[in-house]
Each structure stands twice: as C-alpha cells, then as structure tokens.
C-alpha cells in the first residue's frame, strides 16, 4: 500500500493551511508526522480520509483518489482520530458488529482478531458498556480496536499517545509494529517524538502547511546539519528557524 | 455576580425567544390551535354535563393542583466551564443564585395561576368549592412554590437534608395533606402551612445556604437536565442545536433487532433501530405523540376532528424523526464507513415506517374502540395508512437525499 500527497493544498473555507505539501508513505512503512500545534497535521489527516476537499495537488492510495471510487478508497484506510467519537447509543460489542458490517467484513474472523485486541487493551469484559461510561483512555482504545480489526491497508493515527495508559501505548506500538510486517502502512501524527522515534521509520516535519523536511533520523539529520541530535533537538532548531 | 447573573440571563432569553419565534412560525401552531380549540370545547361540554357535585371531583383537584405545583425549578443558568473558571468566587455566587430565584418565580406562579382559573368552573360544579375557596387555595400554592424554590436553593448548597429528611418530599407531604384538608374542609388552611413554609424558608436562606457547601457537580447537571427539559419540549415543533439525551438500556426490547440481517447493507440500520430503541429522545417523542394521539382518538366522537388527529399525529411522529437522522449524520465517523448515502436513506426510511405502522396499528385500535366497526373509523384508518405512505416512501426520501446532498457528505 503506497499512500502519495503530491502538491496538496487546502484547508477549512478559505484559508489555505496547506500549501503544496508533498510526501509519500511506502509500503510497511510507519511514518511520524511531526509539527507544531497549527503546523497542519491533523488538516492533513483530514484531507487524507477525504474529510474535506483539497483545493489543489492530489492524494493517491495505490494510485486510486477517493474520487474514483469511494467505497473501495475508504476501505483501505481506518482512522484513529484525535478525539474519539463513538455512537452514543450502541454498546462496544455493537460498536464493533456496526463496523464489521460497514466494512463487509467477514463475522467470524473479524471477530476473532477483535476479541484479540480487547483482550490486549483490557476491554473483554466491557462489551456491554455505553460510551458514556468509558473514559476518555477507554473511549480511544475502542476506536483502536474498531481500527485494526478492518482489513484495511493504511492505518492513520491522530496523536495516539497522549491519554492512553503507558501499558496501553505499549501494546498500540505492538500492534503497529505487526501491522507493519504484513506489509500495511501507518501513518501517525503525534508530539511524543521519544516514543516515535525509536518506532517510525520516517519522519515528514510540517511547518507552516509545508513539508519542511522528510527522511529517516539520519537523512534528517544531513539535512538540518547535526551530527549528534535526536529528534527533539531537530524539531527544535526547525522552530527556531522561524524566529 | 449581579452582572454575570443579567449576562446570562440576557442571553438566555435571547435563546427562548429564537426559539419561541421558531415555534410561533411554524404551521403546527395552527394545528395546535385546532387541537387546544377541541380540548376546550370538549372541556365545556363536559362541564355543561356536571349537574351535582361528583364523586371524583375533590380527589381530582387536589391531584391537578397537586401536580401543578411541581412545575418550573430553578433556573440557575450555570454553564459547565463554571465549575473551573468561577471556582475562586464560590462565595459570592450566593447574590447570583438569590438573582436566579427571583427570576424563576414568576412562571410557576403564572402556571398556578392559569390553572387555578381554568379549573375555578369544575372545582366549583364538580367539586363544590366557593370562590373564595379557590382563591384561598390558590394563594396557598404560590406560597407552597416560593418554599420549594427556596428549597431548591438550599439543594445547590447540599443542605436539601434535614435531619435526614428530604426537605422536598417533607414539603410534598406538608402540600398533600394541607391540600387534603383545605379541600375537603377547610380551605385557609393551605394559605396558612404555606405561608409559614415560605417565610421560614425565606428568612433562613442566607444562613441555611452558608452553612453548606456549593455543590458545583450536582447544580451544574441539574441546569442541564433542566435546559435538557425545555430544549427537548421546543425540539417538538423545531430543531433545537445541542439537545443531548440519555440513553438506557432497554435489554428487554432487544428481540426487536433480531429482523435486522447483519449485511452491509442494512449497517444503518442496525444503527438506526438501536438508536431510535434506546436514545430517550425518540423514543419518548414516539410515545409521548401516540400516546395523546390515541387518548385524543379514544375521547373525541367528532369524524372529521379524528380524521384531523389521526392523520396529523402520524405526519408529525414522521417529521420529527427527521432530526434523528441528521444527528447520526454529524458523527464523523459515519463518514468514512465504506456504506453509500443511498443505503443510509434507505436504512432510515425503513425504520421510520416500522414506527410509524406501530402508531397506526395503535391508533386503529383506539378509532375501533370509539367509532367501531363502521365507514367513519375505516375511512380515518385508511386515511392514516395514506400519511404513512406519504412520509415513508415519498416525503422522508426525499428530504433526506436532500440532505444528503446539501452537506457534504
């Protein structure tokens, strides 16, 4: 699954927060998407699920726009947003049958892989629960199970670690991690750069709607000129840049 | 705090009156009138009937009189961020409170009123009380509902305990049985617990109030259940923005979804059903309509008056489903399921005529109770069936694809 944003601009109404973005997500790759509050990640996520219209440039999965053909593009993405929105009136165990249905999944494969992942995140025993009784750590992690259980190809994840328990965060990195070895992509926006470090194989720093830099740590660091720096001191000197 | 207090209070009759304006628009007001017209000509029928006092008719009006004075609370107009931003003013938000009581006197006692007087014709034939009785009695309630305000006040500061006893219920039983006694016997009687309740109440507010502690958790969902209240009775005639509602359970109503096939096709549906089950909003306007509408059918012997009710009750259970689907449509997550606009209308339509075929088997029932097995009650059945029709396959398509399009979805 290759995920190619080429010259992509856009925003909400008539500001443009994006201006010519371009990067690509390969193959099994787990890619960071890392900037400042404001800097447009999560307005990129946005366009990426097809969330709001771009005003130019093009965004391909395996080639194909969510133009040519909805349902088949929106099959092979799950989305974990930010904020989790589940449906107030269904229970977890019917969040879940709702999703296998949408997504024409198989029942009892899919239910298989999902009672897997409940287990991992602690949530087996809490089928009948409503949203309202969740927190907002469980509420995220039910949108992490309904995520992952889809057959889908291309994982997009806005900002997973913050509100989630260390353990849970583990088990997410886990599940990234295997995901990734059966060839799907993950594409993660987040401000924990000690913890997506060490797990993303690149990293696309946003600055002012702009890819300011793309590469693994190494070409990021060629490119910013520092020998020695973790992701931190990069992301760091790039704010500056501005001052 | 006296600022704060007129702010909120500014905006907040802004809000009603939008929403009053709303309702006053709307060509269901006309209906409406219509409905009120036959009540009341019902209600002075009725009363042309009452030669002699009846044997139900204290223990009536003590039962309306004693219910009206549960209507209105409190409108303390607390907002959720207060309970962070207004925190280090705790003390001072008593002024504020004081302001809010003040306000909320005036629709219950208006209420009282109103009732009181529509009432005066039958507690006078029907239950063979004086004028002056009336009067007395209806005095005694306002006072009665000053003290319950007031007791309300003592609730936001956790003092609505005394000695282990609710104040609200120790009053509720002081009303009863004043109201027993007045009726039947001596009518000053309730003027007089009343007056006591209030002028104790009013007298110790402050020092009841200090003694306590602000209960910001408990006082700010209360205003929210109360908003909840007001919004959802506006909801009956037009849109109203931000009307969250509770949702239940209802396990014993989950033989209902067993129909529903688990096919991509019917995702919605599922979702649909489920919602419309267990989202107390929906259900409960389902209810509330067919219920008055049956009662309607079951009373009034006028055909074309039926013929009104029937067909307007089924039109309008389908009109105010409608906001249902928009709300499911505003979840974003609906969005990116792989499932078509045209499966999402379809899905709803279904469900819109599964209810509305209950309310038309229920109200046959009742039309066959009043006009029985005769051309009347089958022309106003069929005449039903043809609403649902309409709603069903030509209006709510059609306005839902509407929808559908404006917005981007």
């Known amino acids: 699954m290759t995920l190619e944003i080429k010259e992509l601009t856009g925003g909400y109404g008539q500001v443009s927060v994006l201006k010519k973005e371009t990067f690509t997500v390969e193959d099994g790759q787990v890619v960071g998407l890392i900037g400042l509050n404001g800097a447009g990640k999560s307005t990129t996520i946005k366009h990426i699920i097809g969330l709001l219209t771009p005003r130019g440039g093009q965004i391909l999965i395996d080639g194909m726009s969510l133009h040519d053909n909805v349902e088949a593009y929106r099959k092979k993405i799950a989305y974990v947003p930010e904020m989790p929105i589940l449906y107030p009136e269904l229970t977890l165990k019917e969040h879940i049958e709702m999703t296998i249905m949408a997504y024409g999944l198989d029942h009892d494969k899919t239910w298989e892989n999902a009672n897997e992942l409940l287990k991992t995140f602690r949530l087996d025993n809490k089928l009948d629960w409503f949203p309202q009784n969740f927190s907002k750590g469980m509420k995220q992690k039910v949108m992490i199970v309904c995520a992952f259980m889809t057959n889908a190809r291309l994982f997009i994840i806005d900002e997973p670690f913050t509100g989630l328990d260390p353990l849970a965060v583990n088990d997410l990195l886990n599940i990234v991690e295997a995901k990734k070895k059966s060839g799907c992509s993950v594409l993660m926006s987040t401000h924990v750069l000690a913890t997506v470090q060490n797990h993303a194989d690149k990293f696309v720093l946003l600055n002012h709607g702009q890819v300011r830099a793309d590469g693994t740590l190494d070409q990021l660091k060629d490119k910013f000129d520092m020998k020695d720096a973790n992701l931190d001191d990069i992301y760091i000197k790039m704010s500056n840049e501005d001052l | ?409």
């Not at chain 2, 802004?14 to 709307?26: A, E, G, S, V």
């Not at chain 2, 007045?182 to 009841?208: D, E, M, R, T």
Request: aromatic share 16%; glycine share 6%.
């Open chain 2, 1 to 409: 705090m006296k600022e704060l207090w007129k702010n909120r209070l500014r905006r907040h009759q802004i809000d009603q009156f939008k929403y009053l304006r709303l309702i006053f628009n709307d060509n269901f007001v006309l209906a409406f009138i219509v409905l009120i017209g036959a009540l009341g000509f019902w209600y002075s029928n009725f009363l042309g009937t009452i030669k002699h006092e009846l044997l139900l008719g204290k223990p009536v009006v003590i039962l309306i009189l004693f219910l009206i004075a549960q209507v209105g609370r409190i409108a303390t107009l607390l907002e959720e961020p207060d309970s962070t931003f207004l925190l280090v003013k705790e003390k001072e938000f008593y002024q504020y409170f004081k302001s809010a009581l003040n306000y909320s006197i005036a629709l219950p006692v208006v209420a009282i009123v109103i009732v009181n007087f529509l009432l005066s014709p039958f507690a006078f034939t029907g239950a063979g009380l004086s004028i002056m009785d009336i009067c007395l009695i209806a005095a005694g309630l306002v006072f009665f509902k000053l003290a319950f305000l007031n007791v309300e006040m003592f609730k936001i500061y956790g003092r609505e305990q005394v000695s282990g006893m609710n104040l609200k219920l120790l009053l509720n039983i002081f009303l009863i049985v004043s109201l027993i006694i007045s009726v039947y016997w001596f009518s000053p009687v309730i003027l007089v617990v009343g007056l006591i309740a209030f002028v104790g109440a009013q007298i110790n507010n402050k020092k009841i109030c200090e003694s306590g502690q602000m209960q910001w958790q408990q006082a700010i969902s209360d205003e929210n259940q109360r908003m909840f209240r007001v919004k959802r009775f506006y909801n009956l005639f037009t849109d109203v923005p931000g009307v969250n509602s509770k949702i239940k359970r209802r396990k014993w109503l989950d033989f209902v979804f067993n129909g529903i096939k688990p096919v991509q096709k019917n995702t919605y549906l599922y979702l649909f059903a489920r919602g419309f089950v267990r989202n107390n909003e929906y259900i409960g306007l389902f209810m509330r309509l067919t219920i008055i509408q049956t009662i309607m059918l079951a009373l009034i012997d006028n055909f074309y008056i039926s013929l009104i009710v029937e067909m307007l009750f089924i039109y309008l259970v389908g009109f105010q489903l409608k906001p249902y689907f928009k709300e499911v449509m505003l979840n974003m997550m609906q969005r990116l399921y792989p499932v078509s606009g045209k499966d999402k209308v379809n899905d709803f339509t279904k469900l819109s005529v599964f209810v509305l075929c209950i309310q038309w088997v229920i109200s046959a029932i009742a039309i066959f109770y009043k006009f029985g097995l005769s051309v009347n009650s089958l022309v106003i059945i069929v005449a039903g069936l043809a609403v649902l029709l309409f709603v069903g396959y030509f209006y709510m398509p059609r306005q839902l694809k509407k929808y559908l399009d404006n917005g981007a979805y």
